[in-house]
């Protein structure tokens, strides 16, 4: 291969990894996450009582999330774990814009002790958690 044949190919594989590095970074959604709370229930689109810890006799649980300053549309994940165990895993869209809220649930089924809900972006990142327990 030539010389000038080489460096058309090495400046074509250039601007591919450019273009496609581009497109990516686009794809990610930037926010931050002000609120995630554990409670008994949800009322005009506000968390209600809010609590670290439940009874057993409680039934259901909610997660609230309120997200601000969304750069770009997004689904995230509400990741239900129950003694470091995965229970549920819950996908919601979040919309670009300033202020996101929106909350998921899971019905205890009896289960005592350690719970944890996890905020996860598509690539499984951590965003936020929150730990409560059920006695």
Known sequence: MSPRKAFQVL?????????A?????????????????TCTGIAD??????AESFSVDTG????FMEANDISADVELSFVWLHEGDETARITL??????????????KLGGR?????VEIQDPSGAVLSSVGFTVN
Request: no cysteine; charged share 20%; proline share 4%.
């Open 11 to 19: 400046m074509l594989l250039s601007l591919s990894l450019l273009v």
């Open 45 to 50: 689109r506000e968390p209600v009582g809010a």
């Open 112 to 116: 005592t002790g350690a719970w944890r």
């Open 93 to 106: 869209p979040i919309r670009q814009g300033g202020r996101w809220r929106t909350y998921s649930s899971k």
């Open 60 to 63: 259901t649980v909610y997660a």
């Open 21 to 37: 590095t581009t497109a990516f970074a686009q794809d990610e959604a930037s926010m931050s996450i002000s609120r995630l709370v």
